[in-house]
């Protein structure tokens, strides 16, 4: 094998590799993606090698059906770590493809294992994303604010809506077959009962991904007219549109990401709110400690920060660090010059839209600014 062990990771058929986001997806040219990796892109529809039941273990035959006997291609095969219960078990012939097996699991979802340079340009691609993500979100809650101020319930004021409780709860979007399987729910998969509107208040209880109780309140007259007007709706849906016809349409988190594509002319997804609103916070939680004296007092600082970003993301320490906290934010406090660069003079070039930004975004966007300009050069 090329790179080292191959990262283990898993992905539904809802985003497979058309560059659509599914519920926690990214929205990135997959082709482009691999070829910057240095990497072929593939798919489990070509020929591969594939798996089959042998005694106690498993052999391998190539595409061409004759028995893999390469000893080095059966130590990648190893490296894979595909788990014995996957069945269907398709393995990417070429050591450079970006997909390197894929196989059902217990419950028939199909799993990914993926080259671990794919991940490593995925991973820097979404964190890349923020800059430009930051510099949008103005004109994007402009638009939110613009449709939901439209009569009745159009899809644009019904979406808009899902995307200003995606960006101040930071609730999760959902996903109808994740929904069905595990009896949990997102923005886009609450039900009427998940919602009570006393006035201008909405208070939300619910089980969301892994089991986490939502139980939170909010206080928004114009969210709390809307919702309740989304509860009158027939059905047990939370979130409906009706459109010219008088048609009643159920919420999906792709017609949430449509919509902001639609509004913001980029290929932003509802993870971006996620990515942007954790490295956010993680940023000011880091910036109100002290300065440190050891290496093992930032960590120590470090470790505090992330769990209080967790808590409020509803993630897991370890995935709200690897997927929900820009890298730079977390090096930078190490290095001990995050809160100096938060308070850095803001170039020119971003004023117009910092000056329209929350002062805390202002701050993490010019350094940000900063820290991609410095590394591009």
């Not at 939502?214 to 206080?219: A, T, V």
Request: hydrophobic share 35%.
């Amino acid at each position: 094998m090329r790179d080292g062990a191959i990262n283990a990771t898993k992905e539904t058929d809802a985003t497979k590799e058309t560059g659509e986001a599914g519920e926690e997806g990214i929205l990135v040219d997959p082709p482009a993606a691999a070829e910057q990796a240095g990497l072929v892109y593939v798919s489990d529809e070509e020929p591969g090698i594939r798996r089959r039941k042998s005694g106690k273990g498993f052999a391998f035959r190539k595409p061409d059906g004759t028995p893999l006997k390469d000893k080095a291609e059966l130590d990648r095969i190893k490296s894979l770590a595909i788990p014995p219960a996957y069945t269907d078990v398709w393995i990417c012939a070429d050591p450079d493809g970006h997909i390197q097996a894929t196989g059902r699991d217990d419950r028939g979802r199909k799993q990914y294992r993926y080259h671990p340079r794919w991940r490593e340009v995925r991973d820097s691609t979404k964190y890349e994303r923020m800059l430009e993500f930051g510099r949008a979100l103005p004109a994007i809650r402009e638009r939110i604010a613009t449709d939901m101020a439209k009569r009745g319930l159009p899809r644009a004021k019904v979406l808009a809506t899902v995307v200003h409780l995606l960006e101040n709860t930071l609730i999760r979007i959902g996903n109808t077959t994740y929904s069905k399987e595990n009896k949990s729910f997102g923005l886009t998969t609450l039900q009427d009962r998940h919602v009570e509107v006393d006035g201008g208040k909405l208070r939300f209880q619910f089980k969301g991904k892994s089991g986490k109780v939502w139980n939170l309140q909010i206080k928004d007259r114009r969210i709390a007219r809307i919702v309740k007007s989304c509860q009158d709706v027939p059905g047990q849906h939370l979130f409906q549109y009706l459109d010219d016809e008088g048609q009643r349409h159920g919420v999906t988190s792709q017609d949430v990401n449509d919509y902001l594509r639609e509004i913001s002319g980029r290929d932003f997804s509802a993870k971006d709110f996620r990515t942007w609103a954790g490295t956010v916070l993680a940023a000011m939680a880091l910036a109100e400690f002290e300065s440190f004296d050891t290496q093992a007092a930032a960590k120590r600082n470090l470790r505090a920060a992330i769990e209080r970003v967790s808590a409020r993301l509803g993630n897991t320490p370890a995935i709200c660090r690897k997927c929900y906290i820009h890298p730079h934010v977390l090096d930078s406090y190490i290095e001990g010059d995050l809160a100096t660069q938060l308070k850095d003079r803001i170039e020119d070039d971003l004023r117009s839209e910092l000056d329209a930004l929350k002062p805390e975004e202002a701050a993490v966007l010019a350094f940000l600014h900063r820290r991609l300009t410095r590394d591009a050069a």
